[in-house]
């Protein structure tokens, strides 16, 4: 079964640069979150979209925006890099929102290394 | 603000025995859905078991099974035969039932399988 794609798996950055990832959700799944999970820290709830418009925000630094595609996948824009924004950062997805419909599916993540 | 407290940062447990990880939750919702991840090594985020909370009964999955208490707001995740491939990260999560339907998660239980 197709399962949530994010890419890349793997970006190395410098300081004050620029990242972009992607999260392309399971078929059908209208919903997209994102989190952001530092080392040995449990994930912390970025941004959420639902049929492509914004649903909830949570600790999500101006410096990052995100967005959700007519095809229902998602990017998030990560600007002026710094050390501490190195982290895991998951994309899930679910057929409604998880709390409606209780299923959400992650990703494998996307491991942001900023040097 | 909804919480998910998990009071165990490590568990160890000898391979085929039985463990039990705790996690407790605070909502005033009557109706939602409660879930266990778990995060192995390769970081993925993998779905073990989910419970309806309209549902008394217990949801079970092959050998993880949940002690779901919802008077208590507790949530615990029982692994039956423990085998070596149970050692990871263990999340409990929450969806909040406000607008984005956000995962909130617990600080995790590391659970270690002696040989």
């Known amino acids: 079964a197709a399962g949530v794609i994010q890419s890349p798996r793997h970006l190395i950055k410098e300081k004050r640069e620029t990242a972009t990832l992607k999260c392309y959700p399971i078929p059908r799944h209208d919903t997209v979150y994102w989190y952001q999970q530092g080392p040995g820290q449990d994930p912390q709830f970025l941004i959420s979209f639902y049929e492509k418009m914004q649903s909830d925000k949570g600790s999500i630094p101006d410096r990052f925006s995100a967005q959700q595609f007519s095809d229902y996948h998602s990017e998030l824009n990560m600007s002026s890099l710094e050390l501490g924004d190195s982290a895991l950062y998951f994309c899930?997805?679910?057929?409604?929102?998880?709390?409606?419909?209780?299923?959400?599916?992650f990703g494998e993540g996307s491991r942001l290394t900023v040097l | 603000a909804q919480t998910v407290t998990q009071s165990q940062p490590e568990m160890s447990v000898q391979e085929a025995e039985t463990v039990t990880l705790s996690c407790t939750y605070d909502?005033?919702?009557?109706?939602?859905?409660l879930f266990w991840y778990k995060q192995p090594p390769s970081r993925q985020m993998i779905l073990v078991i989910r419970?309806?909370?309209?549902?008394?009964q217990n949801a079970t999955e092959n050998r993880f099974s949940v002690n779901f208490q919802k008077a208590a707001k507790s949530f615990s995740l029982k692994i039956s035969d423990s085998q070596l491939g149970d050692a990871a990260m263990y999340f409990c999560a929450y969806p909040t039932l406000d607008a984005g339907n956000m995962l909130t998660f617990g600080g995790g239980t590391r659970l270690m399988v002696k040989p």
């Open positions: 909502t005033s919702e009557s109706d939602y859905y």
């Open positions: 419970q309806e909370a309209y549902k008394q």
């Open positions: 899930a997805s679910s057929l409604g929102l998880a709390g409606v419909s209780g299923e959400l599916f």
